[in-house]
């Protein structure tokens, strides 16, 4: 087992991602967004596990960053969705929830990494 699957925000972030897919299977949803949101989401679990094997701690923090603002793109799209009727409310509440906790997780790792 790699280092990066035990981590529980890694972990969070492939059901956020299975969620994603829920999500993406909605066919009212436009080609460009479900692109854009998917490639978001993936951003998020694949940044996570970079930077897990990065051996600096300014190499570390450098991915983290970059899957916390994969994070908030997420946010912004499935807001718009939610606004377009697109998704319930409901899978916004639970995707939402998820993405909160981990922009939390995520910033106390790079809080870490700034020590």
Same mark, same amino acid.
Request: proline residues 0%.
């Given at each position: 087992m790699f280092d990066f699957e035990k981590f529980s925000v890694y972990q969070k972030s492939e059901q956020l991602y299975i969620k994603v897919l829920k999500i993406l299977s909605n066919f009212q949803i436009d080609k460009n967004i479900k692109d854009q949101l998917k490639r978001a989401?993936?951003? !998020?679990? $694949?940044n996570i596990a970079e930077g897990a094997g990065k051996y600096s701690k300014k190499d570390k923090k450098n991915f983290y960053v970059i899957a916390k603002g994969s994070v908030n793109e997420c946010v912004a799209i499935i807001r718009i969705l939610k !606004? #377009?009727?697109?998704?319930? #409310? #409901? @899978?916004?509440?639970?995707?939402? +929830?998820? @993405? $909160? #906790?981990? +922009?939390? =997780? $995520?910033? +106390? @790792?790079?809080? !870490? =990494?700034?020590?």
């Open positions: 989401a993936l951003s !998020i679990v $694949l !606004i #377009e009727g697109k998704i319930s #409310e #409901e @899978l916004f509440q639970k995707a939402y +929830a998820d @993405l $909160l #906790e981990i +922009a939390k =997780m $995520l910033s +106390a @790792l790079i809080n !870490i =990494m700034i020590k």
